[in-house]
């Protein structure tokens, strides 16, 4: 019924703006369901040759239109690009993702991993930028065609935002894995590791890992609690 009284780019501005609308630290549920909505718009779309890119194009307006909070008439002409994108039309759309620096991504059925054609194994999470949160993390790396990416925690206490990491990515077709990172050694000549317990890409994988090695990984997580308190003591 919805997608009968409404416009497809209306319905992908308002479920970017619901997503940013929700903190980092809340709406965990809130921000799935926005990301729920815009998938079903992107990949249910009739009219527009290129669904897949042209939402990445006009998420990757919308996100700029945010950052240019205060200048009306950069956000106008970002606002005017989105309306001229909601068409799809080919060259519209290349043209936008040149001026955008996104490369094309496939538009046949399946992930961007299939495609493999960009990934990145270090991402922080979370972020220092204002009203971030794990969902537009992963859409940040949808937006810019990522197959796979690696997020890095410094413990083990964020587990509804690894959580989150786990089911953004799968609405989003991009592999996601966790690593945690730690560091030894003595002061002035410490050592920094990234550690992946899992490689199957999935929230039920990772948590299986760590529940059948718990007493065995004792020491590992002790020495997690050492190395955040000493960098709260910094």
């Known amino acids: 019924f919805s997608r009968l009284i409404t416009g497809r780019r209306l ?23 926005a990301l729920q909505t815009l998938m079903h718009y992107i990949r249910f779309s009739e009219k527009v040759s290129m669904p897949i890119n042209t939402a990445r194009v006009q998420i990757a307006l919308m996100k700029n239109a945010v950052k240019m909070h205060g200048d009306r008439q950069a956000q106008l002409e970002l606002m005017s690009d989105f309306s001229t994108a909601s068409n799809g039309k080919e060259n519209v759309i290349r043209r936008l993702l040149k001026e955008l620096n996104l490369i094309e991504v496939s538009e046949t059925p399946g992930s961007f991993t299939d495609q493999i054609l960009a990934w990145d194994d270090h991402v922080h999470e979370p972020p220092t930028e204002k009203h971030h949160s794990p969902s537009l993390l992963v859409l940040s790396a949808f937006i810019k065609g990522m197959s796979k990416i690696t997020v ?18 799968e609405l989003l077709g991009i592999h996601s894995q966790i690593g ?9 000549a410490r050592r920094s590791y ?6 199957e ?5 990772f948590w299986k890992f760590w529940e059948e090695r718990r007493e065995m990984l004792t020491p590992f997580f002790e020495g997690l609690k050492v190395n955040a308190q000493r960098r709260s003591d910094v």
Not at 180 to 188: D, Y
Not at 194 to 199: A, C, T
Not at 201 to 205: F, G, Q
């Open 11 to 33: 319905t992908i501005a308002e479920a970017y703006m619901r997503l940013l609308s929700y903190s980092a630290n809340s709406g965990y549920v809130e921000r799935i369901e």
């Open 152 to 169: 890095s925690y410094y413990d083990m206490s964020n587990k509804q935002r690894m959580e989150e990491i786990f089911l953004a990515s």
């Open 180 to 188: 945690i990172r730690f560091s030894v050694g003595k002061s002035g």
């Open 194 to 199: 990234l550690f992946i317990p899992s490689h």
């Open 201 to 205: 890409w999935t929230a039920s994988s």
